[in-house]
């Protein structure tokens, strides 16, 4: 059931619908707090949404959890461009 959460919560993000996008987000890592991929797709929607501090808390999670995932080192590297930081 957590899958079906966040796909949709993607699909949310996908037509801009961040605050949708958000909560479906959350609830998809209430359903499977052991798994990166809700955190990931947290962070997605913070980051789109501007909210830097809170995309990159829900990041070092999934990064806790996957250190080598590599959707959630992307979202790392975007997360760092929108900061204006190297590395």
Known sequence: AWNLVMVTSML???QGRLEE???LAREAC???PGHPDPYITLA??????????EAEQSLQVALKLAPT?????????????RRGERR
């Open 69 to 81: 995932n590599g959707s959630a080192l992307d979202v790392q590297s975007k997360l760092r461009a």
């Open 12 to 14: 949310r993000r996908a």
């Open 30 to 32: 209430r359903l499977e």
């Open 21 to 23: 996008a958000e909560a």
């Open 44 to 53: 997605q929607a913070l980051l789109d949404g501007g909210r830097l501090d």
